[in-house]
């Protein structure tokens, strides 16, 4: 017998309805490009937004066509999130430290017709354009006086677009399962793999985030979300924002010491997400302003995820700001929520340092993931906190396939996604991450592929075998460190190895060093062990 409740569709545009209803005037708060700070009510967005949708209808696109962002933090870009969405097309937003090759190959394999860009962003968009057949318009994210002097195909302001339209505009209801929005993940091998989410994953996702023992996103919070708009939807912090009425400060491109200070200060920021650099490099800043009073912001939680969080900077947003950091894990396939540093009354009644050795840990699963370990063979292994496996993820905001089939197979039979992470789930749910089974680079958030540093190392003349590892970093948290062996004979030096890398890698993919040696070790399948050399060479940068 079915239920007799109403099937009313989850549509991402119901949260921006929530907040234009209940929190119009709730501040959205932007840093432009000159430092000047932008204020606008969730109402305004609301309002611009469906000005936005009309723009796009005038353009003539259809449900599921793509609109492409390369943009950092603003309230315009927050604006594309509901705009594009709500009308039933696609947002992909691209990363913009991507080297050229790979904004190429992830533009062309979306097929986005209209890309939308900040300003800044006009040389690397001018340089792209002529090898982007599938774009036909291009918005530069500014008004008519800031449009580049760079020779653009259907170049158009942004404000223009929307002066020309009225916000009279009710939005679209179609099948929740639709696809809404488009991210590409760094591959090991091989091309990015874009993870296409529906209206559906995405309000659910949207709902565990304001769930008080995941995220706890409410009216009662002024959020600052460090983690850029174009890595897995700012980890869907804008959709539960609106779903509830919270306030944002929206940072643009100034991630600096002293911008953050002042953002935290003057808007009373209650909530900030961010990777560890974030707050690494305002720990560094603020070492060189005596007097500073951390102590006295609002800041109360601060939540980390991406990479696992360093104890120091737990300690000090605990000991200097009174500032709880919970830790969470999750990646692009996973929307990204997988787990959330929360503790249950039975661990704050611990003591400091079990506290502490819980919180190091990458959180703890929540409600509407189930996760688990498997061994090599597929067999699951206990939630004992010591059992190694590599870990598995499934649920509603969990990908199926990857966009057009490109990434292989993404789920087993029974829908279990193989997240490419090994570690150990405890009783309660803690997951800890002992290593990753695939080997990329983690600087600052950002993915480096060791396996194209890889290939091209062995390009070079001298080199007979090249294998690139994350070593720790104290501020990037991990750094490339290239190990070669070379050929009979010969011999090369780091400085020749750099320079040779250095014209075919965007500068912060170089390896932070090079180390020659004599034989790499190699599994029984001829694969060189990276486990065996993340041990033996993990701490090489912290050395000295
Ligand atoms: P992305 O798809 O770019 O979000 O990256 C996801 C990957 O980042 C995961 O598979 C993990 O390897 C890593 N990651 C995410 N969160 C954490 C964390 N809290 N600690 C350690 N690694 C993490």
Avoid at 66 to 93: K, P
Avoid at 155 to 164: K, S, T
Wanted: glycine share 8%.
């Amino acid at each position: 017998m079915l239920g007799l409740m109403q099937q009313r569709e989850l549509l991402i545009s119901s949260f921006l309805d929530y907040a234009e209803a209940y929190h119009p005037t709730v501040e959205v708060v932007s840093r432009l490009r000159d430092g000047a700070l932008h204020r606008i009510g969730w109402g305004g967005i609301a309002a611009r937004a469906r000005k936005l949708a009309k723009a796009l209808q005038r353009f003539g696109l259809r449900r599921g066509d793509r609109v492409a962002t390369l943009a950092w933090n603003t309230h315009r870009h927050l604006e594309l999130f509901f705009g594009v969405t709500g009308s039933g097309i696609v947002l992909h937003t691209v990363n913009p430290r991507l080297f050229a090759d790979q904004l190429r190959y992830i533009l062309n394999h979306a097929d986005s017709s209209v890309l939308c860009f900040d300003v800044e962003f006009a040389p690397l968009v001018a340089d792209l354009a002529p090898h982007l057949p599938s774009v036909h318009t291009y918005v530069a994210l500014g008004h008519r006086d800031e449009l580049p002097d760079h020779p653009l195909p259907n170049l158009v302001a942004y404000e223009d677009l929307l002066d020309a339209e009225d916000a009279d505009f009710a939005w679209p209801r179609f099948d929740e399962n639709s696809a809404s929005s488009l991210c590409y993940t760094s591959g090991t091998t091989g091309n990015p793999k874009g993870v296409l989410y529906s209206h559906r994953s995405t309000v659910l996702h949207t709902l565990s985030l304001m769930a008080v023992d995941t995220m706890a996103i409410s009216a009662r919070e002024t959020i600052l979300p460090c983690a850029p708009l174009f890595h897995v939807n700012c980890w869907g912090i804008p959709y539960a924002a609106a779903g509830t009425g919270a306030k944002l400060v929206l940072p643009g491109s100034r991630l600096d010491g002293a911008s953050l200070w002042e953002l935290l200060r003057d808007e009373g920021v209650t909530f900030a997400a961010a990777v560890p650099t974030v707050w690494l490099t305002l720990f560094a800043w603020m070492e060189q302003q005596p007097g500073l009073d951390p102590a006295a912001l609002k800041l109360r939680r601060v939540l980390s995820g991406g990479t696992a969080v360093p104890r120091l900077v737990i300690e000090t947003l605990r000991d200097r700001f009174g500032a709880t950091l919970q830790q969470a894990w999750g990646m692009t396939e996973l929307s990204p929520l997988g787990t959330v540093g929360n503790l249950t009354p039975r661990h704050e009644a611990l003591d400091a340092e079990a506290q502490m050795a819980l919180r190091l840990k990458q959180g703890r699963t929540i409600y509407g993931i189930e996760l688990r370990v498997v061994d090599e063979a597929g067999t699951p292994l206990p939630r004992d906190g010591s059992s190694v496996g590599l870990v598995q993820a499934r649920g509603p905001w969990v990908l199926s396939g990857y966009f057009k089939g490109v990434g292989g197979q993404a789920v087993d039979a029974d829908g279990w996604f193989g997240t490419g992470d090994v570690g150990t789930l405890d009783a309660d749910g803690f997951l800890t991450i002992t290593d990753r089974a695939k080997d990329v680079v983690k600087s600052g958030g950002e993915w480096i592929s060791s396996i194209e540093l890889e290939n091209l190392a062995v390009g070079h003349p001298a080199v007979r075998e090249a294998a690139v590892i994350a070593a720790r970093h104290p501020r990037w948290q991990e750094r490339p460190l290239l190990l070669v062996t070379c050929k009979d004979g010969r011999s090369v030096t780091r400085t020749e190895l750099l320079a040779f890398l250095e014209p075919k890698v965007a500068k912060w993919w170089l390896p932070d060093d090079v180390i020659c040696v004599d034989a790499l070790p190699h599994t029984a399948t001829g694969k060189v062990q990276k486990a065996q050399l993340r041990r033996d060479y993990a701490d090489w940068l912290e050395r000295g």
